[in-house]
Protein backbone atom coordinates (compact mmCIF):
# COMPACT_ATOMS: atom_id res chain seq x y z
CA UNK A 1 0.00 0.00 0.00
CA UNK A 2 1.31 3.36 -0.62
CA UNK A 3 0.49 6.58 0.71
CA UNK A 4 0.35 9.89 -1.46
CA UNK A 5 0.90 12.34 1.58
CA UNK A 6 0.50 15.26 -0.94
CA UNK A 7 -2.90 14.25 -1.79
CA UNK A 8 -3.52 14.01 2.73
CA UNK A 9 -6.42 16.26 4.17
CA UNK A 10 -5.53 17.90 7.74
CA UNK A 11 -7.98 15.09 8.50
CA UNK A 12 -5.89 12.09 7.00
CA UNK A 13 -2.97 13.41 8.86
CA UNK A 14 -4.57 13.20 12.30
CA UNK A 15 -5.75 9.64 11.86
CA UNK A 16 -2.69 8.72 10.13
CA UNK A 17 -0.36 9.85 12.62
CA UNK A 18 -2.93 8.55 15.63
CA UNK A 19 -2.69 5.84 13.71
CA UNK A 20 1.22 5.15 13.66
CA UNK A 21 0.57 6.29 17.11
CA UNK A 22 -1.11 3.46 18.18
CA UNK A 23 0.89 0.83 16.08
CA UNK A 24 3.64 1.96 17.77
CA UNK A 25 2.44 2.03 21.17
CA UNK A 26 1.24 -1.61 20.47
CA UNK A 27 4.68 -2.80 19.70
CA UNK A 28 6.28 -1.38 22.76
CA UNK A 29 3.78 -2.60 25.22
CA UNK A 30 4.25 -6.27 23.38
CA UNK A 31 8.16 -5.68 24.40
CA UNK A 32 9.55 -8.18 26.71
CA UNK A 33 8.05 -9.75 30.02
CA UNK A 34 7.34 -6.83 32.83
CA UNK A 35 8.49 -9.61 35.66
CA UNK A 36 11.55 -10.77 33.75
CA UNK A 37 12.42 -6.52 33.27
CA UNK A 38 11.83 -5.80 36.46
CA UNK A 39 14.13 -7.98 37.67
CA UNK A 40 16.84 -6.70 35.64
CA UNK A 41 15.92 -3.47 36.82
CA UNK A 42 16.62 -4.19 40.47
CA UNK A 43 14.98 -2.03 43.14
CA UNK A 44 16.82 1.13 43.41
CA UNK A 45 16.37 4.59 41.08
CA UNK A 46 19.44 3.86 39.06
CA UNK A 47 17.12 3.06 35.61
CA UNK A 48 14.95 6.00 36.84
CA UNK A 49 17.38 8.42 36.99
CA UNK A 50 18.78 7.52 33.79
CA UNK A 51 15.77 7.89 31.97
CA UNK A 52 15.08 11.16 33.94
CA UNK A 53 18.75 12.66 32.67
CA UNK A 54 18.32 11.35 29.21
CA UNK A 55 14.50 13.12 28.98
CA UNK A 56 16.56 16.39 30.05
CA UNK A 57 19.19 16.43 27.68
CA UNK A 58 16.98 15.21 25.32
CA UNK A 59 14.64 18.22 25.88
CA UNK A 60 17.40 20.92 25.88
CA UNK A 61 18.49 19.21 22.11
CA UNK A 62 15.24 19.46 20.63
CA UNK A 63 15.54 23.44 22.25
CA UNK A 64 18.54 24.02 20.82
CA UNK A 65 17.74 22.25 17.11
CA UNK A 66 14.68 24.07 17.10
CA UNK A 67 16.51 27.59 18.08
CA UNK A 68 18.98 27.00 15.07
CA UNK A 69 16.14 26.03 13.09
CA UNK A 70 14.49 29.27 13.44
CA UNK A 71 17.23 31.06 12.96
CA UNK A 72 17.86 29.40 9.62
CA UNK A 73 15.00 30.19 8.61
CA UNK A 74 14.89 34.03 9.81
CA UNK A 75 18.13 34.34 7.90
CA UNK A 76 16.45 32.78 4.68
CA UNK A 77 19.20 30.06 4.42
CA UNK A 78 15.95 27.86 5.13
CA UNK A 79 12.61 28.04 2.93
CA UNK A 80 9.21 28.33 4.98
CA UNK A 81 5.88 28.66 4.33
CA UNK A 82 2.96 29.60 6.15
CA UNK A 83 0.89 27.12 4.03
CA UNK A 84 2.12 24.12 6.26
CA UNK A 85 -0.50 21.27 6.78
CA UNK A 86 -0.88 20.99 10.77
Not at 57 to 66: F, M, P
Request: aromatic share 10%.
Amino acid sequence: MKIDIGEMTKQDWLEYVGLCGWALARAHARTGNPQQIAGYLGKNDAFGEAIAEFAVAYANQADRDYAMFVKAIRARKLPASSDAVV
